[in-house]
């Protein structure tokens, strides 16, 4: 155990060290390439060449280096360990909220994700950012426990330039239709061709928006609190977002905008 960690942290105290191993188990360079590629002097290049040989991390060919197996083995652990830490980096003050048990993808893919969090000045912010995204949309596509009014006004003033999808509970659409304003819009929404709202008889523990290329995740805590917006646009973040609603959709009903009238 001593020893591994004795590894990692030989890795972790130099940035350069990560780098050149990175660069050598994707391709072969020569030192005049490595030195380009990092900005590291040849002295600092033959001590990590060095190093990486008695290793085996690294072997000569061709007139340059390149990673060996076990090399490459290392560089791939070292990033995945450190995708794993972004990941946690980015979500460690809204983790508790994260709503995990329905998040069933690595969360290492959120390494790299963009999250907006409320601030004193701009409370809203979360949701602003989520309505920016919405209005600027040629698709959206959503499964959520809610549908707030002004996701709703986006999404009707929006009907014939975007194509527009959601899945709500029963209780969300309750809500709506409970208010005059918002039950006419909604009516509005579900009118247009290019909008289709269906409705879900079960709980949606999750506030998910698909925005073109863009997975937004709303976040609350316990009382309802929005905590965050998170935004990933990651392959596997996508594939789950899609089969999730999907699953929704395939066990929902279509709301017609006749079920609306007053």
């Known amino acids: 155990m001593d020893a591994t960690l004795d590894e990692i942290e030989f890795l972790a105290l130099s940035s350069n060290r990560v780098a050149v191993l990175e660069l050598l188990a994707a391709e072969r360079r020569t030192r005049s390439e490595l030195a380009e590629a990092t900005g590291a002097s040849q002295a600092t290049l033959g001590r990590i060449l060095g190093d990486f040989e008695d290793r085996k ?5 061709g007139g340059g280096y390149v990673a060996t197996a076990t090399g490459t083995l290392v560089a791939e ?96 659409i309750d809500a709506l239709v409970d208010d005059e304003a918002l039950r006419d819009r909604l009516r509005d929404l579900v009118a247009a061709e290019t909008a289709s709202v269906r409705v879900y008889d079960g709980e949606i523990p999750l506030a998910v928006t698909i925005v073109d290329d863009v997975v937004n995740l709303l976040v609350r805590d316990r009382r309802g609190v929005l905590r965050a917006a998170v935004d990933s646009e990651y392959p596997a973040v996508r594939a789950w977002a899609e089969d999730r609603f999907e699953r929704y959709h395939a066990d929902s009903t279509p709301l017609s905008a006749g079920s609306l009238s007053p």
Do not use: C, K, Y
């Not at 991390?57 to 060919?61: D, G, L, M, S, T």
């Open 77 to 172: 652990g070292f990033r995945d360990l450190m995708d794993v830490l972004d990941a946690e980096r980015e979500l460690r003050d809204i983790v508790e909220f994260l709503p995990t048990d329905a998040m069933d993808f690595d969360l290492r893919h959120l390494a790299g994700a963009t999250v907006t969090r409320p601030t004193q000045t701009r409370p809203n912010a979360p949701l602003q950012h989520l309505l920016t995204l919405m209005d600027g949309a040629d698709e959206v596509t959503a499964f959520s426990h809610t549908l707030n009014d002004q996701s709703l006004r986006v999404a009707a003033d929006r009907t014939g330039d975007q194509r527009f999808r959601a899945v709500l509970p029963q209780s969300a």
């Open 57 to 61: 991390w690294v072997r000569r060919e």
